[in-house]
């Protein structure tokens, strides 16, 4: 699969095109996750937060180390900063 999409990613700049699905499919998908993912960021407790990433990411907590708890902490608090930064 990732061969497939970095192919059609020479040929598009469009997402969707890129992951090869539709329009419609594509913005389906995107709100339900950004949905999921702003619950995440809500949690407010960074290594809770990084858990619940990863977790929803499809790592099994047996996979979870402490690697990948800290980035998940450092994507936690990047998005977080973003977002304040924002308002």
Do not use: C, H, P
């Amino acid at each position: 699969m990732i061969d497939e999409v970095l192919e059609r990613a020479k040929k598009s700049k469009v997402i969707y095109e890129i992951l090869g699905i539709s329009k419609e499919q594509y913005d389906t998908l995107f709100r339900q996750y950004l949905e999921e993912f702003n619950g995440i960021v809500k949690t407010g407790r960074f290594v809770e937060a990084s858990i619940r990433l990863l977790k929803w990411l499809g790592f099994d907590e047996s996979k979870i180390d402490l690697e990948k708890l800290i980035k998940g902490v450092v994507v936690m608090k990047v998005v977080v900063r973003e977002n304040k930064r924002k308002r």
